[in-house]
């Protein structure tokens, strides 16, 4: 499902460079709950930037099914991540502006879904998270753990068949971080989709079914 070939990526600090990533080569399955781990500024979100398009490497591929995505222009990396990748943040990014259910129509009508099959994948999703009953409400009259509920149903609305998450639990207390975390995994593995997380947990990573370590612009697998 994913692929890294030889993947590097650099920043320009001043009259410097600093590689972040280097000379990456790793294979992620369809299917597979992954966890990255890593020191901060380690290149974990950057490695998923990467993978989700929103970013390019500096030198070597990102190839996700047989689409070789390092390799589009901007516009079409974009359309090609509305269809394939869902992401969940560390800080919710939610439109205030919309309620609960608008925020998760968004993707879906990004996507071109019609208005009665979108409402009904997202009210769907809205019962999954148990969130039904606050559809109509605004992200400001959510704690943040609900906030976090909406935007793993908004990452799936579109049911794309990978979902990326940075630090989901990150912004949470640590109880309702690990209900927040149980019910992101349970929906993927339920709906067969590839699960790439950053965390800085034990917990976390002790569920993923392989465990890689960013170390000095390096990948090094933990858990196979």
């Given amino acids: ?24 080569n790793a294979a992620i399955d ?34 996700i099914g047989t689409a070789r995505i390092s390799a589009l222009n901007d516009h079409d990396r974009t359309v090609f991540r509305r269809t394939h990748i869902g992401f969940v943040f560390q800080f919710f990014n939610l439109i205030a502006t919309l309620t609960v259910r608008e925020n998760i129509l ?4 990004l996507r071109g879904w019609n208005d009665r099959d979108a409402r009904a994948r997202a009210d769907q999703l809205l019962d ?44 949470l207390d640590a109880d309702t971080g690990a209900r927040v975390l149980d019910l992101l995994v349970r929906l993927a593995r339920d709906r067969g ?4 997380m950053v965390t800085h947990s034990p917990d976390v990573a002790a569920m993923a079914d392989r465990v890689f370590k960013l170390e000095h612009g390096n990948l090094i697998e933990l858990k196979s």
Avoid at 50 to 56: E, P, S
Avoid at 193 to 196: D, Y
């Fill in 1 to 24: 499902m994913i692929r890294f070939e030889n993947l590097t990526k650099t920043f320009r600090e001043g009259e410097r460079a600093r590689v972040v990533l280097q000379n990456l």
């Fill in 30 to 63: 369809a299917g597979e709950f992954v966890a990255m781990v890593g020191r901060s500024g380690s290149g974990k979100s950057t490695l998923l930037n990467l993978i989700a398009g929103l970013d390019a490497p500096t030198s070597g591929d990102v190839w």
């Fill in 106 to 109: 968004l993707t879906a009508e």
């Fill in 128 to 171: 999954a998270v148990g969130l039904l009953d606050r559809a109509n409400v605004f992200p400001d009259k959510l704690s943040g753990g609900e906030q976090q509920r909406v935007a793993i149903a908004r990452a799936l609305c579109a049911d794309p068949p990978i979902i990326l998450a940075d630090e989901p639990t990150g912004n």
């Fill in 193 to 196: 989709k590839t699960l790439v």
